[in-house]
């Protein structure tokens, strides 16, 4: 069972603008029926570059129907420049969040919407960007750099739920890692630096962090670590199970925990047990 | 109607007779079947009987019954112990469209220095059973092909199988867990030397399961233990579920024949039913040779999920083989195994019987699913294409 917000099962049951616009001014097709999800966006423009109408096909599951309805709904009556700012993200956002192995939906519907917007640019149809990296699924290298970069993916499972890439035959997983660790390598410190985080999103990036990257880990040799308290840039934790007792300790602190942090979160925090 | 469940290959109701028969080993008599007083003896001379009323469905003798936790477990059990007990022997044949306990382990293997021959079906999920017997080797440690699919019901020649592959010398093992209670098994007369079934498959709890082991069958325990089940399968038994497949499997020997009439004309019904007013739509599997209870229809140019959610507005339960459902991207590997096309695997529904269906249900649902299916082909921008390439012929 998928669990979906409200807010999806709504669209999905009442999808809106539904339809084909017969003159539209920009048409964006993306996906196929192999895939097991397609869209087409029909986009209506008027001479302010502000899109009157758009409407849509979709073949796929409940939020692929419900990313593509919610799409119509965020562009309509907004200028082609606003319109083209629309991120996978801001298209799960406005659904109250996606499951995460249903994250490309929202991915198809971005690109569709960008699609329609070459299409009404006139900008000849792009030949497929990129070499395929992903033969089952027909996805890029740029398509997987550019999701990897915009939604901050870690792991190939990740780049799967996002661009479907790797989900099939898996025999593009190496280069998958490739591309990540590409990725990563390059982005490293700039948007790290760049980021601002509040404290509530700092404090939830923390346990995020520790969810993903350090707890199993720890776990694999039967220790556990237990976030107490978040005081400026100190985190506080409770080290369990036999790393409480590991003389150890304070090197996984220090060398694995704090690093961790430090590199995902940002670069001033400091770990300390209480 | 509360809920109109046509998902047995999924998981059963537990029958009321079984739950009745069942509560008393959670409740009141509740000591270890090993230990010596005569509190115990009650238990586990009940246990006694659970064994014979299975090893009666099977046709088989109570001592080559071996209860296990779930049908999984089994499927695990047959395969090790055939592996491990010849080690010398490095080739395993299966089917591409074993259930993920059979294929997984497999693959598993493969990985570990086996040789697996992954013997592919027709479009109608038919056994290239030539391909089968060809691959045989004097290093083939063991034949895993399972009697009847969970995803389309076809059922395959066990009997024949079995014979052929034991005339080689090589060990025979069928995971039943679909076709046990829903066509009779007589392993009498079989050469079939492990068999797997699954206790919720037929209307007993989740978590108990059975390995048959064909007396002389060449064995090495899986889990390792205590001397229970005769040192095959170590661990305390799971009273109550066993005694509820026993009591499971005494009803399904008297409920076999309303399941291959009565519940047969049932499904035949909604299968005749949704194919005449759902243009487009088409069967997957092979109608001459398919379990009575399951029917697995594809609706071309939609998605299963979809059809499902929908399905689920009204209370009707089903599966799908498509992508979003099958918990990978891609759809089910039964139908990718039998080249159905995309168009059409991705829209499959499987509707699994059961005894207690009735006529009123599947009337329901042959009238909720025509418009189910008309609105999602209404959103697909696929539909027309295809609706006109279908009315063309
Ligand atoms: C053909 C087949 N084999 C094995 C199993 C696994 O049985 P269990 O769920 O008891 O492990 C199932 C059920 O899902 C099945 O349909």
Known sequence: MWEYTE?????????????????????????SLACGDALTLYLKIDENERIQDAKFQTFGCASAIASSSALTEMIKGRTLEEAAKVTNDDIAQFLGGLPKEKMHCSVMGREALEKAIADYRGEAEKKVEGNIVCECFGVTDLQIERAVKENHLRTIEEV?????????????????????????????????????????????LIEETLDREVKPSLKQDGGDIELVDVDGNTVLVKLRGT??????????????????????????LVVEEV | MERIYLDNNATTQVAPEVLEEMLPYLQDLYANPSSMYSFAGEVSQKLKEARRRVAALLGAQAEEIVF??????????????????????????TTRVEHPAVKNLCEHLS????????VPVDAKGRLDTDLLYRSLTPDTAIVSVMWANNETGVVFPIADIAREVRARGIVFHTDAVQAVGKVPIDLQSLEVDFLSLSGHKLHAPKGVGVLYIRKGTKFSPFLIGGHQERGRRGG???VASIIALGKACELAGSHM????????????????????????????????????????????SVEGEAILLLMDRHRICASS?????????EPSHVLRAMGVPFTSAHGSVRFSLSIYNTDAEIDYVIEKLPPIIERLRSLSPFWKKQAAAHAAG
């Open chain 1, 7 to 31: 807010k999806v099962k709504e669209h999905f049951l009442n999808p809106r603008n539904v339809g084909v616009i017969d003159d539209a001014d920009g048409v964006g097709e993306v996906g």
């Open chain 1, 160 to 204: 799967t739920d996002y661009t479907k890439a790797g989900g099939g035959c898996e025999s593009c997983h190496d280069r998958i890692q490739e591309i990540i660790d590409h990725v990563l390598g390059m982005v490293h410190e700039p948007p790290k630096k760049a980021r601002k985080l509040t404290n509530i999103q700092k404090i939830k």
């Open chain 1, 243 to 268: 790393c409480a007792t590991c003389s150890i300790s304070q090197v996984t602190l220090k060398d694995y925990v704090e690093k961790k942090l430090r590199e995902l979160v940002v670069p001033e």
């Open chain 2, 68 to 93: 296990t936790s779930c049908g999984s477990e089994s499927d695990s059990t047959a395969i090790w112990a055939a592996v491990h007990s010849q080690p010398e022997k490095r080739h395993i044949v």
């Open chain 2, 111 to 118: 990985h570990r220095g086996w040789r697996v021959t992954f």
């Open chain 2, 236 to 238: 305390t038994e799971n």
């Open chain 2, 257 to 300: 024949h309303d399941e291959n009439s009565r519940v047969r004309k049932l499904r035949d019904r909604l299968e005749a039913g949704l194919l005449a007013s759902i243009p487009a739509s088409a069967v997957n599997g092979d109608p001459e040779h398919r379990l009575p209870n399951t029917t697995n229809i594809g609706f071309e």
């Open chain 2, 321 to 329: 083989g498509s992508a979003c459902t099958s918990g990978s991207l």
